[in-house]
């Protein structure tokens, strides 16, 4: 576990990507990347930690805007 919170650090971080991305690409649910995230990495890398938890706070200031964008798309027919 202390290895894969790792790995989905570093995917994290080096594609700025979105939890739900980090997920589909390890074959895990939402719920586990967070936990990792969230919980399970700061016991394990703190300096790690800090640089995720700057991407996820950007990514929830930007969730509204994504999904905006999304329900556009959709009744777009895009």
Do not use: W
Request: aromatic share 6%; glycine share 6%.
């Amino acid at each position: 576990m202390e290895e894969r919170a790792c790995e989905l650090a570093l995917y994290l971080i080096e594609n700025r990507t979105t939890v739900r991305a980090a997920a589909k690409k390890f074959g895990i649910s939402k719920s586990t990347v967070h936990k990792d995230l969230s919980e399970r990495l700061p016991l394990y890398n703190r300096g790690l930690y800090l640089q995720v938890k700057e991407i996820l706070e950007e990514n929830k200031a930007q969730r509204h805007i994504r999904g905006g964008m999304a329900t556009r798309r959709k009744y777009k027919g895009e």
